[in-house]
């Protein structure tokens, strides 16, 4: 398929919204801000106030869960990583320190095969609210060794339900980068942050970004990931154009 579309001169991407699609960015955009950078954490919290309707997407979240892998990469190599090591990352706007859970992400994965430099990183999601963290989570976990297919639609529903009925303010969705290298010889710290109160907007604006790189002839034929073909700062800067929120810190590391 791949040799048909580059012969055709078609381009295809694929994996692009914000996760998928942003992790990646993030991290390259992080990267152009340092001479080295080599710890790149990427978090994400989604909490919207009027909770998310069931779609497709629920059952697919929980189709995921037959394949999880809990890893990080962590002193060059990816490596499991136990429940106990499962990380609190601390979040702008409001919502503060909350336990994450590891989601692989394939654009991740790749892109470390592109960092030489990058040693330490991984991408970690908030849970949504109490019931759906030590009830759904556990149980959706426990049927994906027992009956995957037939509990992935009423599993779905219920994960759905939950955050209509138990997700308490702040609202909105964020996702961030920490990254830690040097710049002018001094170790640094980076923090880039989006955020928008509406999770299928944050998913919207930086795909029309990706299509406005498309339509430019940037991107060359073939099948690539979002968070790899793209150029990062350029996304950024056109994402910023919108209600999107973009905040960016940098402090020398005592």
């Known amino acids: 398929l791949r040799e048909s579309i580059e012969r055709a001169g078609c381009c295809f991407v694929i994996q692009a919204g914000f996760h998928p699609g942003m992790i990646a960015p993030l991290v390259r955009y992080a990267d152009q801000q340092m001479l080295v950078m080599d710890s790149a954490i990427v978090g994400s919290v989604i909490r919207d106030k009027s909770g998310l309707p069931h779609t497709s997407g629920f059952s697919e979240l929980v189709a995921s869960f037959r394949d999880y892998k ?115 010889g001094q170790p640094v710290r980076v923090r880039l942050s989006l955020f928008h109160e509406d999770t299928y907007v944050l998913t919207a604006v930086p795909t029309v970004a990706m299509i406005k790189q498309l339509m430019s002839g940037k991107v060359q034929p073939g099948i690539h990931l979002m968070g790899l073909c793209c150029d990062p700062v350029q996304l950024l800067e056109d994402i910023e154009r919108t209600d999107v929120s973009i905040t960016q810190r940098r402090e020398i590391c005592r």
């Not at 790749?110 to 989570?137: H, I, K, Q, S």
């Not at 339900?161 to 308490?168: A, E, G």
């Open 70 to 184: 809990s890893e990080i990469y962590k002193d060059g190599r990816w490596q499991e990583l136990q429940y106990a090591g499962y990380p609190k990352l601390e979040f702008d706007h409001g919502f503060g320190e909350l336990l994450t859970y590891p989601v692989e992400m394939t654009e991740l994965r790749r892109l470390t095969e592109l960092m030489p430099d990058l040693d330490n990183t991984g991408f970690f999601v908030a849970g949504f609210n109490w019931f759906a963290d030590y009830l759904v989570t556990p149980l959706i976990m426990l049927s994906s060794r027992i009956a995957a297919r037939q509990t992935e639609a009423p599993l779905g529903r219920l994960l759905s339900w939950s955050t209509k009925k138990f997700s308490r303010p702040p609202y909105g969705t964020v996702v961030q980068v920490d990254a830690e290298g040097l710049r002018d």
